[in-house]
């Protein structure tokens, strides 16, 4: 059995906690006892002294006191939620800024701490879809249990908040909320039906289906927002958004009536209309948010799909002017009905942040995730070059294979050969929007791939280097992240 004993000196002494492999920020007394976070060969433990509450682990004594060293597994991430509320998410939606920051790997969180003990907005460290899930063999428990065993490590107080990420079904939902998840994004993709958008005229009006009421509530009506912003209906355009948003309508409405009226759960309710190469126009917005306020549905934030394209990993592509007159309206029509605008698909879309941040009037919450795993992946070709020579490899193999899951325009023609680059010169693949969306896009093939002995083929090799430099990881996060903010934050008055 492992010599737990010798963390325990440090309790009471005078001493450097971090001698003893233990991070000074996570020594907390509670109850008569005290209880820490410590790494033992690589392996990072909760060390309870004076109570092992309901801790599993390995018990030990020390001086009469009963101890225990337990691993970080789900039953004892919920022990310390129990004891430690401030390892718990909660709801944060209701605070002018929030950002999600998804961890795909479960290691980032620490990185993303550092930025939010900068920067006011809340933070929603747990963050993730079920297709993302899916990919890289994780469960929505793993998810919130690495953020929480990342904040105790890191006395981290503020509060954060847990999203469960593009939901498409009830039980999906059920099972977040069941988790403690204090957000639940509605992903309504499959209910859209955007066939009407571009169908002719002639074909639109055999298929459409007559609402009298809805129509004498909309056609030739003009509805008057602030700063002299309005919106007029006409026939045609009416037709066409009830036609492609109607069933969006009911399934979100059934959806919140289940799961956000009778007080079971404690979260908020996001509405994504984004998943979809159609823009959602300023009018279909307000279409939108009036029809479900109409029905009582009360929404944190809604995501509409903005002009241009949000791809993944890589800046803005538009036109930026038109990108600025319509958010100007779709920010007018979020205030009017009391909820943030939400942007999804925000890594690295430094173009539009100062816009977003200016237009929303500072009250906006934005949502990253794969850049996260850009900075992992680059942190890999900084230290282990051979390494990442190998995946770079494996993931241009996997490039059409996984193309099917996302939209992206990357011409692997254009990606340098990297057998002519120097070890020095391969972070400089991150600052190539080909090379940066090759790497983003497959990361469900690198972290899941085994070989003909059962092995991952690079999975366990990556979380170890991961391990070993997690500083250096954490301080990436910090810059690249930081730089998001800090685009948000550029144009915000007071």
Known sequence: ??????????????????????????????????????????????????????????????????????????????????????????????????????????????????????????????????????????????????????????????????????????????????????????????????????????????????????????????????????????????????????????????MYQQFFTDGTYNADFEISIDETTTPTTPLQHFFIANELTLRGVKVATLAPRFCGEFQKGVDYIGDIQQFEAELRVHAAIARHFGYKLSLHSGSDKFMVFSIFGKLTKGRFHVKTAGTNWLEAMKLVAMVDPDLYREIHAFALSKFDEVTQYYHVTTDITRIPEVSTLADKDLVKLFNHNDARQLIHITYGPILSTKNADGEYLFKDRLYRLWKEYEEQYANLLFVHIGRHCEKLYRNIKG
């Open 1 to 254: 059995m492992k010599n737990y004993k010798n963390f325990i000196p440090l309790i009471g002494a005078k001493v450097d906690p971090v001698i003893y492999g233990v991070h000074p920020l996570s020594i907390n007394k509670v109850d008569g006892g005290t209880v820490f976070m410590a790494e033992e060969n690589g392996e990072t433990l909760i060390i309870a002294v004076g109570k092992t509450w309901d801790f599993t682990g390995v018990a030990f004594e020390v001086d009469g006191k009963q101890c225990v060293a337990a691993p970080t597994t789900h039953a004892n991430a919920q022990v310390l939620r129990k004891l430690f509320p401030f390892t718990a998410p909660i709801r944060v939606l209701h605070k002018d800024r929030t950002i999600g920051v998804g961890d795909r790997l479960g290691v980032a969180t620490p990185g993303h701490i550092r930025v939010f003990q900068k920067y006011d907005a809340y933070p929603i460290f747990a963050q993730q879809s079920i297709r993302e899930l899916n990919l890289t063999q994780r469960t929505y428990a793993d998810v919130l249990d690495a953020a929480t065993f990342a904040v105790y490590r890191d006395g981290y107080r503020k509060g954060f908040g847990a999203d469960g990420d593009h939901l498409k079904t009830p039980a999906e939902v059920e099972m977040a909320l069941k988790l403690g998840y204090t957000m639940i994004t509605l992903d309504c993709s499959e209910h859209m039906h955007n066939e009407f958008e571009a169908m002719p005229l002639a074909e639109l009006e055999k298929k459409y289906i007559a609402k009298p009421e809805l129509e004498k509530k909309y056609i030739g009506k003009t509805f008057e927002l602030e700063e002299g912003v309005a919106i007029t209906f006409d026939a045609e355009s009416f037709k066409r958004m009830a036609m492609v948003y109607g069933e969006v309508l009911d399934f979100a409405t059934s």
